[in-house]
Structure formats: C-alpha cells, structure tokens
C-alpha cells in the first residue's frame, strides 16, 4: 500500500510540473500595474475640552471671573492652497436658573501669534481684536490665513490656549451657569 502511495503522489507532483511548465512556456506572462492614491488630508480644526471656573458668591457689586482653557483651539492645514481661510468663535452667553443669561463673555489670545506645531506659520494669523479680551456675543474672527500666492505649498499646524473672562453684574441670580463656544471653520 505504501508503494502504491508512493508512485501516486510522485505521479500527482510529476505532471502537475509538466503542465505548470507547459502552460507557463505557451502563455506569456503579463505584467501588472499597481495603482495607489494619495488624497489630501484637507484641513482640520478643534478644540480644547470643557472648561470650569470657580465658583463666585452673589454680590451687590460687579464681579469678573477669568482663567485660561487647559487645551488648545487648534488648526491642521494641509491644503498647501494658494487661497485662505477662516475661523469664527462665539458664546451667546452662559445660561442660568430663570432662563438668566449673562452675556458678557470675553475671549483674549494666549499668544497673539499662533503657536506653530510644524511648517511655516508666517501666514496664520490671530485677529488683532484678540490682543486684549474682547466679546464674543456675536461671530468674531479668531485664527486666519489670507488668500496670497506665498501659501502655495505651505501646510501648517498650529493652535492658540486663549483665555475666558465673564463678567456678572451686581445681584445676579445664584445658581449653575453653563454656555456654549462655538468655534466655526470657513474657506475662502
């Protein structure tokens, strides 16, 4: 049994040889092209996570509170475009008890040029507004890039740590206050 065993698988590797070198002597081989694509990344933007200032008593004066987000409001620009782009930030107020809403929220850049992460920053601004803390009841220009030939080619990384400042008028309610920033990206 085992001779027959043998001859059978020696027969099998044999003339499956035979036949791989026929076919592969009779049929050309082709060549095949191998295609890959790189996409841009395109341009990202965020943001620094939550941030809690401390807590205040009700006064009968005016009060300011301030402190400096822990993270920062960040863009990633790999579009090596000629042309430039935007950012927008806003709070319509910090809500509290009684639908009060306090809507004196100030923002001030940590720095009044972004904090470079990598390439070229000499084309990514802050907005002069920012050097001193400035309302951001409506959309306010915060980071931005002008359309110029010299950013051809340029990719950026960079980001700012801005700081917050609220004030609140005499008598307001106690209670938890809490708002939204809103940081918007556009292209132009």
Avoid at 89 to 101: A, K, L, M, N
Avoid at 125 to 131: D, E, H, Q, R
Wanted: charged share 10%; proline share 6%; aromatic share 20%.
């Amino acid at each position: 049994m085992k001779q027959i065993t043998k001859k059978i698988l020696f027969w099998l590797f044999g003339s499956s040889l035979v036949f791989s070198l026929f076919f592969w002597y009779h049929f050309p081989v082709e060549a095949w092209t191998v295609t890959l694509a790189i996409k841009w990344v395109g341009i990202r933007h965020g943001t620094p996570d939550n941030i809690n200032l401390w807590t205040l008593i009700t006064s009968t004066g005016n009060q300011e509170i301030s402190g400096q987000f822990n993270d920062y409001f960040w863009i990633e620009d790999l579009e090596w475009y000629v042309t430039g782009h935007y950012t927008t930030i806003q709070c319509d107020g910090v809500h509290g008890p009684g639908w009060y809403t306090l809507t004196w929220v100030y923002l001030k850049a940590g720095n009044m040029m972004p904090t470079l992460i990598s390439w070229n920053p000499s084309n990514v601004l802050i907005s002069s507004v920012f050097s001193n803390y400035y309302s951001i009841y409506s959309p306010a220009t915060y980071l931005y890039k002008t359309t110029w030939p010299g950013n051809a080619g340029n990719a950026n990384r960079y980001w700012d740590k801005p700081l917050l400042k609220i004030d609140i008028p005499a008598y307001t309610p106690p209670g938890i206050y809490s708002g939204t920033i809103v940081f918007s990206f556009y292209m132009y």
